[in-house]
């Protein structure tokens, strides 16, 4: 009969074991969950470049602007192509969350299907479908053990990926939406001046947090390109510029942004998958 030491010394083994056993599992489960997730982030981040997009040129078309309508056509079928695709996706959502992409879905469709006349309506109606998107994009990202991950790296790349970049984005977006009224009516009221002042030094403020992480040429531009724009309203110069020219600016610094958060998002499943293998070899 083995004596009390040897069962205590197996008995230590056997919860040693389990505790191990447990840890993987754990984070085995963080792997699959944020791995999953990453196709639903990546969906709703095509949707929220796109109604930015359908702004920038919804607010030209009600400016007078000839705006393509096979251009707007298009960006509304890709719009409603990835909602159909986040509704189908069987990934687990929060149901909170996912009340909440419904809600902009349904936001969305009323767009379509009323679209307003008033390009100060317009702007505002497409603006709250992006922002409910943004706060989806924050809590599916933790609710996908991205922005929570155990791991810091992949944790910090995801708030970049889901929070810094789409939040200055859309600041840029609303710039430009709101700087293509006053281009093409050669007028800029006084809370429009204010609206715009607000946001441009938000973007200037948040500036700095991706100094480092965008390349030096395309972080110089952006910071000329804003300056620029803030020196102009204030100097009451904003309806002098061509607002297809300023419409391509603002839209290239959009695109680069938009590019990184798209290499960023598969960097980050590298580094999800990475950091698993790292766990299995432990």
Known sequence: MPSLPIIFILLILALSALALLRSYQVRR???????????????????IKFTQQHRGLQAGLLNGQKIPLNALLSLEK????????LSNNKTKIDKTILRFTHKA?????????????????????????????????????????????????????????VRTFPKLSESIGQVRAITLQITNSKYCSADKKL????????????????????????????S??????????????????????????????MDVIFHYIQTGLVELKEQISSASRHTQKR
């Open 195 to 222: 609206l715009l002042l607000f946001t441009l030094g938000k973007i200037q403020r948040e500036l700095p947090l991706i100094q480092q992480k965008l390349h030096s040429d395309s972080y110089k531009k952006l």
């Open 105 to 161: 879905q349904s936001q969305w469709q009323n767009i379509l299907k009323h679209p307003n006349q008033d390009i100060n309506k317009s702007f505002y109606q497409h603006s709250s479908v992006i922002q409910r998107l943004l706060d989806c994009l924050w809590d599916l990202a933790d609710e996908f053990s991205l922005t929570s991950h155990s791991n810091q790296n992949i944790q910090n790349l995801a708030n970049d990926l």
């Open 78 to 85: 890709k719009i409603n192509t990835h909602y159909a695709a």
């Open 29 to 47: 489960s963080e792997h699959d969950k944020s791995i999953q997730g990453l196709h639903t982030l990546t969906l709703l981040i095509d949707i």
């Open 224 to 253: 000329l390109f804003i300056e620029e724009i803030k020196i102009s309203v204030e100097d009451q110069a904003l309806g002098n510029r061509n607002p297809e020219a300023f419409f391509a600016d603002a839209s290239t610094h």
